[in-house]
Structures are given as structure tokens and as C-alpha cells.
Nanobody, 116 residues
Framework: QLQLVESGGGLVQPGGSLRLSCAVS????????IGWFRQAPGKEREGVSC????????KYGDSAKGRFTISRDNAKNTVNLQMNSLKPEDGALYFC?????????WGQGTQVTISS
């Protein structure tokens, strides 16, 4: 059974960087597209970035363009989200999501806090 575990969140100052990881277990990553989403208190869940099975199709939400980079390492069953130039409004609970035909699964999330 597929499981997703996010890590890498924490407290960072504005302008800083964090690297989030989504580790997949219970199956191989090859068959899944992976997305990163975030949700701040009182706000709707927002799509941050996604990468398809091949790693060739990558999309970013407007808030992530130019600052975040998504990558996948199928051999390590991991998808990473490098976040640079972080802003206070980037603070949220970040989730990864795995999707394939007729199936989707979510991790529990990792908290990102941006504060001086």
C-alpha cells in the first residue's frame, strides 16, 4: 500500500530556503505523478507544483514560479521541492499527493513557518 511521508519543513527567516522531501513507500514511484500542495490556516488548499511520471512535465503555481523547483528521483522513491526566497505568505502545511489512473493518496504534511 502506497504511503507518502513529507519532511524538511521548519522555521526559516524571510529570504531563506528549505528543501522539502516526499518519500514514497509500499510501491515504486515510477507510475505516479506527484504534486505539492499547501494550506494555511483559514485558507483553501493551494497547488504549488507537480511533476509527471516521466519528470518531463512540470508545472508551478503562480506563487511558486521562479522561486521553487520540483524534482524527482525514482531510484530513491523521492520527490523534492526546493524553495528559495521564502516569504511570510509561504508559511503553511505542505502536503504531497500521488496520482495515477483512478487513484490518489495524500501524505500527512510538513509545517513550514517563515518568520524573523
Amino acid at each position: 500500500q502506497l504511503q507518502l511521508v513529507e519532511s524538511g519543513g521548519g522555521l526559516v527567516q524571510p529570504g531563506g530556503s528549505l528543501r522539502l522531501s516526499c518519500a514514497v513507500s509500499g510501491t515504486t514511484l515510477d507510475d505516479y505523478s506527484i504534486g505539492w500542495f499547501r494550506q494555511a490556516p483559514g485558507k483553501e488548499r493551494e497547488g504549488v507544483s507537480c511533476i509527471d511520471k516521466s519528470g518531463e512535465v512540470i508545472k508551478y503555481g503562480d506563487s511558486a514560479k521562479g522561486r521553487f523547483t520540483i524534482s524527482r528521483d525514482n531510484a530513491k522513491n523521492t520527490v523534492n521541492l526546493q524553495m528559495n526566497s521564502l516569504k511570510p505568505e509561504d508559511g503553511a502545511l505542505y502536503f504531497c499527493n500521488a496520482r495515477t489512473a483512478g487513484f490518489t493518496s495524500w501524505g500527512q504534511g510538513t509545517q513550514v513557518t517563515i518568520s524573523s
